[in-house]
């Protein structure tokens, strides 16, 4: 704002500046009125000290207890400090105090050294190189499809004055090197910088007049080009997911043209489907198909089967008949075919989904396989044929993708299982007894305790339960 003032900034982070302001409070105390004060209106007594002053936040110019050259001597020493001179304040209140303390004046020699050691005690937290590096600036850069990102730090006594990192959008087809020697010229502008060195981490072909450019390999230089690529890299993944939270969309593409890229896919995956088996010794043996669109559950699209050709524990029979079944009613339905299919198991589980999918189908979709380790966690990704394995890093975004796959389809299959499982050990000689429903059931057992006891009822014994009708059904039932 152009309204007379003098801006410092930008600092390394807030609690930087709140730091360096508690500082100046502490050292300087400064009148917070606005007063017009003049020797006149001192001299007449019109102004009188506020609480300000009591509580020594401010050493009262309105009474004179504070002479005019004190305070534009302190107004000088904050400039110098939040200019990122501290080391001659520092040199200075030193100088002060060993006079002071050389005329005797032990209490003033005090109040002094009291201000060095505040002063002392920030210089030893805010460096991060040695002192002797001063008045330098330090320039990093990283770059994505459409962006640049250009970090700026000014070093003054070792320690970070200002820190600044701004975006530039690509239009042409510009050098790494022209954007960071167009990003000094700005950065140095804006900031009316007058170091005579910069540090950057690759050479570049631009000349300042007095200024010389260096390319650090080691020592304190390369330090400080190393925290400047840290802050820039940084920067670049805040705006990145800033970018993902405004459209959750975006995260979603980019997730999925790296599957594309690392898979070399014909076409973005935008529909995925994986399938999986569950079963006991071969009892109650199901399947279950999940399926993801765009990157998120479809659960309107998942599917439960009931293995129904398959005699016995035989996960690759099972898994063949589960994706005949599914892609052929495709087919016959003309349904949208996967991008992608994924299978929960490894190259076993692949070939017999590739013969179905490809040999008796004549289809060309696209077959990947999730192994899992002895612990039961995803391990490694298979794809193509013969199968190899897809290196993928543990923490990134397409590992924890294929994980929330595999842990899905793996929940849904349990589920499902579990369900059927409950209601094979739960089922009785009443369930097919025409007329006697769920609630005549519970009736029963409630009262006789087993169907054993319910046979050796008598008709009036049954009657008292369920009345007359029902209870001719039942017999006839159980004959």
Do not use: W
Request: one cysteine or more; proline letters at 4%.
């Amino acid at each position: 704002v152009r309204d007379g003032s003098r801006y410092y900034g930008p600092y390394p982070s807030i609690y930087t500046a709140k730091v360096m302001l508690q500082m100046l409070k502490e050292l300087y105390p400064l009148r917070t009125c606005k007063y017009p004060l003049t020797p006149e209106s001192i001299a007449k007594g019109r102004y009188k000290v506020c609480l300000e002053y009591h509580i020594k936040r401010c050493k009262g110019p309105c009474e004179g207890l504070q002479t005019l050259e004190e305070y534009q001597q302190n107004i000088s020493e904050i400039k110098e400090i939040l200019r990122g001179n501290i080391s001659q304040i520092s040199k200075h209140l030193y100088e002060e105090m060993q006079k002071l303390a050389g005329e005797l004046r032990f209490e003033e020699a005090q109040k002094i050294k009291e201000k060095y050691e505040v002063i002392e005690n920030y210089r030893s937290k805010s460096t991060v190189v040695t002192p002797m590096l001063h008045n330098i600036d330090v320039f990093s850069l990283a770059e994505n499809e459409n962006s640049t990102y250009i970090n700026y730090l000014h070093i003054g006594n070792g320690a970070i004055v200002q820190a600044y990192t701004f975006e530039y959008k690509k239009r042409l087809d510009e050098s790494k090197e022209e954007l960071l020697s167009l990003g000094i010229i700005e950065m140095r502008n804006r900031f009316k910088s007058t170091a005579r060195e910069i540090i950057v981490p690759f050479p570049l072909d631009i000349e300042l007049e007095n200024v010389s450019i260096t390319v650090p390999q080691r020592g304190d230089k390369k330090k400080l080009v190393e925290l400047s690529e840290m802050n820039v890299k940084q920067y670049k993944v805040d705006k990145l997911k800033q970018a993902e939270k405004l459209n959750p969309e975006q995260r979603s593409t980019r997730l999925l043209k790296e599957i594309q890229e690392t898979f070399h896919l014909p076409k973005l995956p935008a529909h995925i489907e994986c399938f999986d088996n569950s079963n006991i010794q071969g009892s109650d043996a199901v399947a279950a198909c999940v399926v993801f669109k765009m990157a998120k559950p479809s659960k309107k699209d998942y599917r439960k089967y009931n293995i129904k050709t398959v005699v016995g524990p035989d996960d690759y029979a099972s898994m063949k008949e589960v994706v005949r079944r599914r892609y052929q009613r495709a087919i016959v339905e003309e349904t949208p075919l996967p991008d992608l299919i994924i299978t929960d198991g490894g190259k076993g589980q692949m070939e017999v989904v590739r013969e179905v999918i490809q040999d008796e189908l004549h289809l060309d979709i696209p077959i990947a396989g999730l192994a899992k380790d002895g612990k039961h966690r995803t391990s490694e990704l298979l794809f193509g044929f013969p199968p190899e394995t897809i290196g993928m890093p543990i923490q990134s975004f397409m590992f924890k993708f294929f994980t929330q796959i595999q842990d899905e389809v793996h929940r849904f299959a349990i589920t499902f299982h579990k369900d059927k499982r409950s209601k094979s050990q739960t089922k009785s000689e009443l369930d097919t007894i025409k007329g006697i429903g769920e609630k005549t059931k519970v009736l029963l057992l409630r009262h006789f305790k087993s169907v054993k006891r319910i046979r050796e009822a008598g008709f009036d014994e049954l009657k008292e339960v369920i009345g007359e009708a029902k209870t001719k059904a039942l017999l006839n039932g159980l004959k």
